[in-house]
């Protein structure tokens, strides 16, 4: 078929049917040139420790200014990415800006902070990630124990050789391995016994439901303790109000991230958060916390 047929088939749905069909369809392709036009760029979200209030990590989030429909979020096209082949030359702009990033900001003379970068599931599928990763750290001269790569259990749902091996050896080299989004889908806990994982992310819903939910809590009480068992690192995500800080220090869960703290920002105010080393004043906020 031609293009131009394509295209009046297109017009046709797009003015009869179904007007998202034509938005997916101009995204999935603009997509394909969103790099080498430098639509796409990262924003840094902290991590802060739930007892000093430190900076004790970034979380890197892709973005992508359209030129004509402006930003559009991650989910409406890391999911058109994951469809074609696209996932790869994204995915792997990402670790690698994030890195050089990383560089830039330590020779403005920041302290060096771990960062993490989200990883589609199906790029584990692909042989060779793991040398990408490595090629992309000896590049920017990077230890290894700076990068952590977040995962969901969609990878781990594949059960494919691939993605142990892959692991397996990122996680030999010094890479650390978050489970993101624990508690909203099955939450096996067999993946923390049979993968490498370092860190499980709290899903945000439980920050949503903590402060009056009891059930909720109770899934986070075993989440925290299972961590523990398992000498695994925890962070929750999504903490928007003091109250939910409050709750989560209340179960002892060593780390939180969340738009409380700060929103995700651009490269250049990261850096001048890192470069002031910002604490935030979470002895304060508790004291606070009944006047709120
Ligand atoms: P995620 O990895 O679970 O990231 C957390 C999402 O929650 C981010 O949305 C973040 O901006 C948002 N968030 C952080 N704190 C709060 C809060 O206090 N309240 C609320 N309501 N939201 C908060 P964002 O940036 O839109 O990303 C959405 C998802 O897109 C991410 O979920 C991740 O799965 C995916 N994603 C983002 N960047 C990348 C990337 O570079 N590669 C891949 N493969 N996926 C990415
Ligand atoms: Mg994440
Ligand atoms: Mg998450
Ligand atoms: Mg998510």
Same mark, same amino acid.
């Not at 796409?40 to 989030?61: C, H, M, N, R």
């Not at 429909?69 to 800006?97: C, K, Q, Y």
């Given at each position: 078929?031609?293009?131009?047929e +394509?295209h009046?088939?297109l017009?046709h $749905?797009?003015?009869?049917? %179904?007007?998202? *069909? ?19 760029f990262?924003e *840094?979200?902290?991590?802060? %420790? ?6 004790i ?5 892709i973005?992508?200014?359209?030129p004509? &429909? @402006?930003? #559009?979020?991650? +989910? ?16 792997? &702009?990402?670790?690698?800006? !994030? ?26 599928? #692909?042989? @060779? ?6 090629? #992309?750290l000896t590049? $920017? ?9 977040e995962i969901?259990?969609?990878?781990l ?16 080299i010094?890479?650390?391995?978050a489970? %993101?989004?624990?508690?909203k889908? *099955?939450?096996?806990?067999? $993946?923390l ?10 899903d945000?819903?439980?920050a949503?439901?903590?402060?009056? %939910? ?10 925290l ?10 962070? !929750?995500e @999504?903490?928007?109000t ?16 969340? $738009? ?5 920002v651009?490269?250049s ?14 002895e ?9």
């Amino acid at each position: 078929r031609s293009r131009r047929e +394509n295209h009046s088939a297109l017009h046709h $749905y797009a003015s009869n049917l %179904d007007i998202d *069909y034509y938005r997916r369809y101009r995204l999935e392709q603009d997509l394909h040139y969103a790099i080498e036009r430098e639509e796409l760029f990262l924003e *840094y979200q902290p991590k802060v %420790d739930s007892w000093t209030g430190k900076i004790i990590g970034l979380e890197a989030l892709i973005r992508w200014q359209h030129p004509e &429909w @402006g930003r #559009i979020p991650p +989910n409406d096209f890391i999911p058109l990415a994951e469809e074609s082949a696209l996932h790869v030359a994204i995915g792997d &702009w990402v670790v690698d800006t !994030a890195c050089k990033t990383m560089k830039q900001w330590a020779r403005a003379g920041a302290p060096a902070i771990p960062i993490s970068v989200n990883v589609s599931p199906k790029r584990f599928l #692909i042989p @060779g990630f793991e040398h990408q990763i490595e090629q #992309i750290l000896t590049k $920017y001269n990077l230890s290894p124990h700076l990068l952590e790569l977040e995962i969901t259990e969609a990878a781990l749902i594949m059960d494919d050789p691939n993605i142990s091996r892959t692991l397996e050896y990122v996680s030999q080299i010094g890479v650390r391995i978050a489970l %993101d989004d624990f508690g909203k889908g *099955y939450s096996s806990m067999v $993946y923390l016994q049979r993968y490498p994982i370092n860190v499980v992310k709290i899903d945000r819903q439980f920050a949503t439901h903590i402060t009056d %939910d009891a059930k909720a809590q109770a899934i986070v009480k075993s989440i925290l303790y299972m961590a523990m068992e398992f000498n695994l690192s925890v962070i !929750a995500e @999504g903490i928007e109000t003091l109250r939910q800080l409050e709750t989560f220090r209340a179960l002892n869960c060593p780390n939180i991230q969340g $738009y409380l703290f700060s929103k995700p920002v651009s490269a250049s105010v990261m850096e001048s958060y890192l470069l002031r080393e910002v604490l935030y004043p979470i002895e304060a906020c508790s004291l606070a916390e009944d006047s709120v």
